[in-house]
């Protein structure tokens, strides 16, 4: 157990730095200076991007599927290759271009369907929670089923879309060209992040006695 996850940690460092990579030669390209206001990619190089996106999300989730057996398990791998990669892709940005400067900048985290913007921090915080997580998933029974239950699932989803609409419409707040985002909405994010939580904590609930 304790090598796949050395290993799962070692690709996703090295994931992470090819992602931070990407975005150092995307912004020369895009022209560099502040992300806000935010400049409007070309529609070419914006479906390149929206599609590196989705196959960055395919490779994470392969590689969970790929590393262990079991539905539980492969879930807490995909929880931890999640925040190790974002948080050291934001640690490879500080040492390459010292950008973030510190975790009360924002960025553009996403375009899927629509630009994600939000704090790095409210990103930090969210990576916590998924190693949480990923800790009490990969401790599983091998066969054990990742089984939300209704309940479980109604609060995750809930959870998700929260989370996304917020960091969503921070960006329809500022749009592009002249926008500059000032105060971050805590409180909704909170509560998409109380869902999750909750979501994970009734999952893990139902997988067999056994784990404990």
């Known amino acids: 157990m304790m090598g796949k996850v050395v290993s799962l940690v070692a690709f996703a460092v090295a994931m992470a730095f090819v992602e931070a990579a990407v975005v150092v030669y995307l912004r020369e390209i895009i022209g560099g200076g502040p992300l806000f206001p935010m400049k409007e990619i070309p529609a070419t190089l914006l479906a390149v991007e929206v599609g590196r996106e989705a196959a960055t999300i395919v490779m994470l989730l392969s590689v969970a599927f790929l590393s262990?057996?079991?539905?539980a398990r492969r879930m807490g791998a995909f929880l931890l290759l999640f925040p190790v990669w974002d948080a050291f892709y934001y640690l490879?940005?500080?040492v390459t271009i010292g950008w973030p400067a510190g975790v009360s900048d924002w960025d553009v985290l996403f375009l899927i369907p629509l630009p994600w913007v939000g704090p790095?921090?409210?990103?930090?915080l969210i990576?916590?929670?998924m190693l949480v997580f990923s800790v009490l998933?990969?401790?599983a029974p091998e066969d054990a089923r990742f089984a939300p239950g209704l309940l479980g699932w109604t609060c995750g989803l809930a959870g998700l879309v929260t989370v996304v609409a917020t960091y969503i419409l921070e960006w329809a707040k500022i749009g592009y060209g002249t926008g500059v985002?000032?105060?971050?909405?805590?409180?909704?994010f909170l509560a998409g992040l109380a869902l999750l939580g909750?979501?994970?904590?009734i999952t893990w609930r139902?997988?067999?006695?056994p784990l404990r």
């Open 120 to 124: 790095v921090w409210s990103v930090l």
């Open 181 to 188: 985002p000032s105060r971050f909405s805590f409180f909704p």
């Open 127 to 129: 990576c916590a929670g």
């Open 92 to 94: 490879w940005l500080h």
């Open 68 to 71: 262990f057996r079991g539905e």
């Open 198 to 201: 909750i979501s994970g904590w």
């Open 206 to 209: 139902r997988i067999p006695v």
């Open 137 to 139: 998933f990969l401790q």
